[in-house]
C-alpha cells in the first residue's frame, strides 16, 4: 500500500457518514404496500367491529350492574365510546399515509445530519500529505516496518468495508420493518376502541417513531464518530498509532450501531 492509498483511507475514515446511502421509498414499493394495505383493510374494519360490540357489551354489564345508573354519566360513556370508534375509523382509512409522513420527517432528518461537515481542513493528529510520503519513504527501507503497517492498514480498510456493510444491513432491515408495518397498521388501530387493548395501538405507534428514529439515531452515531476520528491526538509521524486508533474507532462505531434500537426506542418511548 502507498502513500496515496493511505491517505485515502484516512479520508473515507473522516467522511464516512457523507457516503452512506439513505434508502427514499420508491414508488413500486410504496404501491405494493398500499395494495396489501388495502386488501387487509376490509380484515381490519370486521375487527373494529367485534371490538365496538365488545365495547357496547362492556358498558351494558356495568350499566347493569349500577342500582342507581346516572344518566349524563351512562350518556357520557356512550359518547366517548363513539368517539372512540370514531378514532379507530379515521386511522384504519388514513393511518397509512401518516406512517409516511412519518416516515419522510425522518428520512428529511437523517439528510440533514448526513449534511453536517465536521472538521474537513484537519486531518487526526496534524499529519499532513508530505509527512505521510515521507513516512513511506522511510518504511520503504524497513521491510519489517513496512510488512507491519501495510499488514495493519489491510486490517482498517477491512474493518471498514466491514462497517459500511454492517451500517448498510441495518438500514435495509429497518426499511423492510417500515414496510412491513405499513403493510399491517390497520390492525393495531383497531384497538383503541377497547380501553383495556388500546395500549397496544400506541405502542405500535412508539415502534414505528422507534424504527424511523433509529435512522436518526445512526447517523448521528456516525458523526460522532466523524468528531473522534478528528480528535485523535498523535505525533505527526506516528502512523502506526493512528491505525490502531482507526481500528478501535471503528469496533466502537459497530457496538454503538447495535444498540442504535434500543436508543431510538428509549427516546420514543417503545420500550
Given at each position: ?248 474507532g471503528l469496533a466502537v ?18 420500550m
Amino acid at each position: 500500500m502507498d502513500a496515496n492509498a493511505f491517505w485515502d483511507l484516512i479520508q473515507e475514515c473522516l467522511n464516512l457518514g457523507n457516503t452512506l446511502h439513505i434508502q427514499a421509498l420508491s414508488p413500486e414499493i410504496q404501491t405494493g404496500v398500499h395494495l396489501i394495505f388495502t386488501a387487509l383493510k376490509p380484515a381490519a374494519s370486521m375487527l373494529l367491529s367485534l371490538f365496538a360490540m365488545i365495547e357496547l357489551y362492556r358498558i351494558y354489564t356495568k350499566t347493569e350492574l349500577v342500582s342507581t345508573p346516572q344518566p349524563l354519566g351512562m350518556l357520557y360513556i356512550v359518547a366517548w365510546t363513539l368517539f372512540k370508534i370514531s378514532i379507530a375509523v379515521f386511522l384504519i382509512r388514513y393511518m397509512e399515509d401518516i406512517l409516511w409522513a412519518i416516515n419522510d420527517l425522518s428520512n428529511s432528518i437523517m439528510t440533514t445530519v448526513q449534511g453536517v461537515q465536521i472538521g474537513t481542513s484537519r486531518i487526526p493528529g496534524g499529519i499532513t500529505k508530505e509527512q505521510v510520503d515521507e513516512f513511506f519513504r522511510e518504511a520503504d527501507g524497513n521491510i519489517i516496518s513496512n510488512v507491519l503497517f501495510t499488514f495493519e492498514l489491510l486490517i482498517v480498510r477491512l474493518a471498514l468495508k466491514i462497517v459500511v456493510l454492517f451500517i448498510n444491513i441495518f438500514l435495509w432491515s429497518r426499511s423492510i420493518e417500515i414496510y412491513l408495518l405499513a403493510a399491517l397498521c390497520a390492525f393495531p388501530m383497531v384497538t383503541f376502541v377497547s380501553e383495556e387493548h388500546s395500549q397496544v395501538g400506541k405502542s405500535f405507534i412508539k415502534h414505528f417513531a422507534a424504527v424511523c428514529l433509529r435512522g436518526v439515531v445512526m447517523m448521528v452515531i456516525v458523526k460522532i464518530y466523524n468528531v473522534l476520528v478528528y480528535t485523535i491526538e498523535l505525533d505527526s509521524t506516528d502512523l502506526l498509532g493512528l491505525g490502531i486508533s482507526l481500528i478501535q474507532g471503528l469496533a466502537v462505531l459497530c457496538v454503538s450501531l447495535a444498540i442504535s434500537n434500543r436508543l431510538a426506542k428509549v427516546l420514543t418511548g417503545a420500550m
